[in-house]
């Protein structure tokens, strides 16, 4: 089973800056199959990013996606006052089971 | 506008069963595969189980396993999850949500989740 494992776990940033989440797994995902979701209190998961650096449909291009094998990064270039949320992410390669990451929230400073 | 609607969440006793449903609208269900998240009150995401849109492959977390079975009436546009057996820890909010292509994928589409709570 493949072990994500996200830092920080908590990320204290103002508006407007920029915020950098990583996800490292614990063995290769196969052809980059990483997805990113945010998640607001009391809401369900949001799909983000697919694919590693995919934007899902409707998502803002201060959202983007990078990395492969074992390291993976979510950036979002400029804060917005909603974009405050817990970010995880889910690798899903070719066999289970599907695995998610303990969490990032993102915390105004 | 695509939708999934999740019920038939509760309070249940230790050892007991559950049946919970995901009804889709908006979108052709039958074509895709569909999947089972829940989430413990503060804490993070977990998979439950996934089914193809034929229902041919099916596939459980090793949490639930032997006591979750995953299944979808695509004529009713309607996924389901029984559960038996439940434990302390299976408390927690359950989703549905769509895959976006493959059996094993991002998930684009989530339910509001339905609250299930065991305990004596």
């Known amino acids: 089973e493949i072990v994500l494992t996200q830092s920080p776990g908590t990320l204290s940033l103002s508006p407007g800056e920029r915020a950098t989440l990583s996800c490292r797994a614990s063995?290769?995902?196969?052809?980059?199959?990483l997805a990113w979701y945010q998640q607001k209190p009391g809401q369900a998961p949001r799909l983000l990013i697919y694919?590693?650096?995919s934007r899902a449909t409707g998502i803002p291009d201060r959202f983007s996606g990078s990395g492969s094998g074992t390291d993976f990064t979510l950036t979002i270039s400029r804060l917005e006052p909603e974009d405050f949320a817990v970010y995880y992410c889910?690798?899903?390669?070719?066999?289970?089971?599907?695995?998610f990451g303990q969490g990032t929230k993102v915390e105004i400073k | 506008e695509v939708q999934l609607m999740e019920s038939g969440g509760g309070l249940v006793k230790p050892g007991g069963s559950l049946r919970l449903s995901c009804a889709a609208s908006?979108?052709?269900?039958?074509?895709?595969?569909m999947n089972w998240v829940r989430q413990a009150p503060g804490k993070g995401l977990e998979w439950v189980s996934s089914?193809?849109?034929?229902?041919?492959?099916?596939f459980y977390g090793d949490s639930v396993k032997g006591r979750f079975t995953i299944s979808r009436d695509n004529a009713k546009n309607s996924l389901y999850l029984q559960m038996d057996s439940l434990r302390a820890e299976d408390t927690a909010v359950y989703y549905c949500?769509?895959?976006?292509?493959?059996?094993?994928?991002?998930?684009?589409?989530w339910g509001q989740g339905t609250m299930v709570t065991v305990s004596s």
């Open positions: 949500a769509r895959a976006v292509r493959l059996v094993f994928d991002a998930l684009d589409i």
């Open positions: 908006g979108f052709t269900f039958g074509t895709y595969s």
């Open positions: 089914i193809n849109s034929y229902s041919t492959y099916i």
């Open positions: 063995q290769s995902v196969s052809s980059t199959y």
């Open positions: 694919d590693a650096s």
């Open positions: 889910q690798q899903y390669g070719d066999s289970p089971p599907n695995t």
